[in-house]
């Protein structure tokens, strides 16, 4: 390992178990790191979770500097923030990335502002390459790359006069390599020094209520647009669906109509997916919608509008009105099953 400094992720652990969107994490750091010619290391907080982060090796984590503490059981937001600001003291990370989840949200901005150091939301990319402002050019910092001004230009942001660089990461953005089963990692643990006045809530009861779709682990996708935004378009939709054994998506106006549930939206500010299949049913294709779904191994679009952004980045386009293409679609698909 060189003497560039470690590329370092926040751990989230929801009962225990680490959140997909940190391991997604770790290996994006490994693919930085490995630009950088540096290492992974991670920072966890938590109680008897010890066993759980042994699989980050498998991910390529080097390190995992662990606190381990029955009142860390539960998320709070000053005692984790001053844990991850003293690790971040300590070893003195070139990046750290977190998760951009109600965890994330609420503590890297603590973090930046306690280090004064500079954040990046909701990034989609990250990129590690030279940056020159006036007469200083820097070399090899991270790139932060999101969208930004209401998804109008898509920005590349830097914050070289002050390390680390931090950026935050929506699930689903970047990928999730396959474990290694050989990959180890090491446990540091680190004494836990937070006073109890600094835990200023108690946990009485958690309750969680299950999302009725799971969009990020569905294989195939069919989602509706405002051109299918009516009752009989969003019954073919879903028909499609249903007939491809797939679950419906949408996009926003269409949540924010109230036709479908949030928990259904996909693009930038819903959920990021990476089926096999996605169709696309009377969808535009703002950078926002595209946001979520361009990772899709396969798009098909269906539009009446010929010019629709959508069909520069489908695989395949039909152009036509859906309430003709989709009762035909699921004849042929009835005919051949
Ligand atoms: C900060 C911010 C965040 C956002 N986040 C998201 C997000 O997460 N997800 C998201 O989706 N959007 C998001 N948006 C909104 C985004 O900019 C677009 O407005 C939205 O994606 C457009 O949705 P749409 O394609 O369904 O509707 P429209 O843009 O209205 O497109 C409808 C399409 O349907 C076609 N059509 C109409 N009738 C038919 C028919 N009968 N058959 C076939 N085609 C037909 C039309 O040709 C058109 O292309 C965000 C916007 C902002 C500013």
Known sequence: ??????????????????????????????????????????VAMGYDARNELMCLGGFGCDKVYYTDDS????????????IMVSAIRKYQPGIVLFGATTMGRDLAPRVAS???????????????????????E????????????????????????STPSMATVRE????????????????????????????????IQVVREESSVNLKSARIIVSAGMGAGSPEGLLLVKQLARTLGGVAGASRPVVDAGLMDRCCQVGQTGVTVRPNLY????????IQHRAGMEGAKRIIAINKDLEAPIFNIAHYGIVGDIHDVIPKMIKAYKAKA
């Open 1 to 42: 390992m060189s003497m560039t400094r470690n590329v370092m992720v926040f751990i989230e652990l929801n009962d225990g178990k680490i959140a997909d969107v940190s391991l997604e994490l770790v290996c994006e750091a490994g693919r930085l790191a490995r630009k950088l010619n540096t290492g992974v290391v991670a």
């Open 114 to 136: 306690a280090l004064r150091c500079g954040l990046t939301a909701d990034c989609t990319q990250l990129e590690i390459g030279d940056h020159g402002i006036r007469d200083k």
């Open 279 to 286: 169709i696309a049913c009377g969808i535009s294709g703002q």
């Open 71 to 82: 009142r860390l059981s539960f998320f709070s937001s000053v005692p984790y923030a001053g």
């Open 138 to 161: 820097y070399k090899n910092i991270l790139l932060q790359i999101r969208p930004a001004f209401g998804g109008n230009i898509i920005a590349t942001i830097v914050s070289p006069e």
């Open 172 to 203: 689903g953005v970047m990928k999730m390599a396959e474990p290694d089963p050989s990959g180890k990692t090491e446990i540091v643990m680190e004494p836990c020094c937070v006073p109890d006045e600094d835990f200023l809530t108690e946990v």
